[in-house]
């Protein structure tokens, strides 16, 4: 069935004259009645500023690339450990099944302010010191710290960074192992019946017959979690991690500009997760039957 070309209409052009109508409004409140002076300029050497030769990041541009890595890195290990936990609750063994139930029911049930304190200070504080990873860091090659700096943060703030991670991680993860086991558990009996027939072990029928077509059934609800994810790193800015939440904040108490500030963070969230559905859709169509 060939879908419908969109048409631009009247209420079409009548909802977007409204829109543009309240945002106008919106904008003559804050400059006229509460004597807002705007001062976009003054926000633009927050982003990018120069020294004579050289273009330098701003505090709100390296703030965004902490939160892109902080986000990638969530999202690649929350996909693994959500995917782990899910084909341990749709598995045979009680204990098997018990580990990941009593994982995800905690998480779930925890205000992630709260899971952000709990990690910080019993990862950040405890396991990293007794590890020597602080030390272990400072003493390597400025090659190393050059590496991990590129990778995740800089030496002195990579404590704080990794806590954050695991925190978003943990959180995630959770949420993504419940998506797993329900797009594994929706697929019919039919098929587990077709497959066992074939002669295909347990996990052949996992890996070969139930996982594509689980995925695809998950792919909009994984693709939810996963941009959610690049949201909900802005927790992390109460452990003082320097990314665009947080940047925002510092940023907001030293010159006062609310709104330009808060405008600016709001548009490159949105250029970030908007970017991030995009290549979701297209690989929804990518594995589109037929």
């Given amino acids: 069935m060939t879908?419908?070309?969109?048409?631009?209409t009247t209420l079409d052009g009548l909802l977007v004259a409204l829109f543009l109508g309240v945002a106008g409004f919106f904008v003559?409140?804050?400059?006229?009645?509460?004597?807002?002076?705007?001062?976009?300029p003054l926000l633009l050497q927050y982003l990018v500023r120069t020294d004579g030769d050289h273009w330098l990041a701003g505090p709100l541009a390296r703030g965004f690339l902490t939160t892109v890595k902080l986000s990638l890195?969530?999202?690649f290990l929350a996909t693994l450990l959500g995917t782990l936990m899910g084909l341990l609750r749709v598995s045979r063994g009680l204990f098997r099944r018990l580990?990941?139930?009593?994982?995800v029911e905690l998480v779930r049930n925890l205000p992630p302010l709260v899971l952000v304190f709990?990690?910080?200070?019993?990862?950040?504080?405890?396991i990293?010191?007794?590890l020597g990873v602080e030390q272990l860091v400072r003493t390597a090659s400025p090659e190393v710290q050059?590496?991990?700096g590129f990778l995740f943060a800089p030496p002195a703030r990579l404590s704080g960074f990794l806590a954050g991670l695991a925190t978003l991680v943990l959180y995630e993860g959770a949420y993504i192992a419940e998506i797993v086991r329900a797009g594994i558990q929706s697929i019919e009996k039919g098929q587990w019946e077709a497959a066992h027939a074939l002669g295909l072990s347990y996990r052949q029928q996992l890996r070969f017959v139930i996982a594509p077509q689980a995925f695809r059934r998950i792919l909009p609800s994984l693709a939810g979690q996963l941009i959610s994810t690049i949201k909900d790193s802005a927790i992390v800015s109460v452990i003082s991690i320097p990314e665009?939440?947080?940047?925002?904040?510092?940023i907001m108490s030293a010159t006062y500009l609310t709104f330009e500030t808060w405008i600016t963070i709001t548009a490159l969230y949105f250029l970030l997760t908007f970017a991030c559905s995009l290549g979701v859709r297209h690989l929804e169509n990518a594995l589109r039957p037929g």
């Fill in 3 to 8: 879908p419908k070309k969109l048409r631009f």
């Fill in 28 to 40: 003559y409140r804050i400059g006229v009645e509460m004597q807002y002076r705007w001062q976009w």
């Fill in 73 to 75: 890195w969530a999202m």
């Fill in 99 to 103: 580990v990941p139930f009593g994982y």
């Fill in 118 to 126: 709990i990690v910080y200070f019993f990862i950040g504080e405890r």
């Fill in 128 to 130: 990293m010191a007794l």
């Fill in 146 to 148: 050059g590496l991990l």
């Fill in 244 to 250: 665009l939440t947080f940047q925002g904040l510092e």
